[in-house]
């Protein structure tokens, strides 16, 4: 099992910038491959980004392409996620997931199991 936990949100205006963090801790941080997903209120959960056991290879929303980047630590059993240009639609709670890598997924945003807490991340206009 991994347990994760999210740090870093807040309250910006449009167009501010925000890094979100998430610490893992119990199994090997290597074992899994992590995403974040986002919920707004009164809105479903949303695929946000992906990024691959070793980090090689990453998959965003379109709604965040060009804005968001998703990075991970190894060594320091974290993930990141740089939010820049932010638009208050990507008001929402943020959440880290991870799943054991090695399985045949059908979809980079399915099959997460293990989740945060989630951080709140506010844009204003």
């Known amino acids: 099992q991994v347990q994760l936990v999210e740090s870093g949100g807040g309250k910006v205006q449009a167009g501010g910038s925000l890094r979100l963090s998430c610490a893992a801790s119990?199994?090997?941080?290597?074992?899994?491959?992590l995403a974040w997903f986002r919920q707004a209120p009164e809105k479903e959960q949303e695929f946000v980004a992906f990024?691959?056991?070793?980090?090689?290879?990453?998959q965003y929303a379109d709604s965040v392409k060009g804005r968001f980047a998703v990075s991970r630590d190894n060594s320091k059993n974290t993930v990141d996620l740089q939010l820049n240009g932010l638009k208050p639609e990507d008001t929402g709670v943020y959440h880290c997931?991870?799943?054991?890598?090695?399985?045949?997924?059908?979809?980079?945003?399915?099959?997460?199991?293990?989740w945060g807490q989630g951080t709140q991340v506010t844009v204003s206009a």
């Open positions: 119990g199994n090997p941080f290597t074992a899994y491959e």
């Open positions: 997931a991870a799943r054991p890598s090695g399985f045949p997924y059908d979809s980079n945003a399915r099959g997460f199991g293990y």
């Open positions: 990024i691959s056991r070793n980090g090689g290879s990453t």
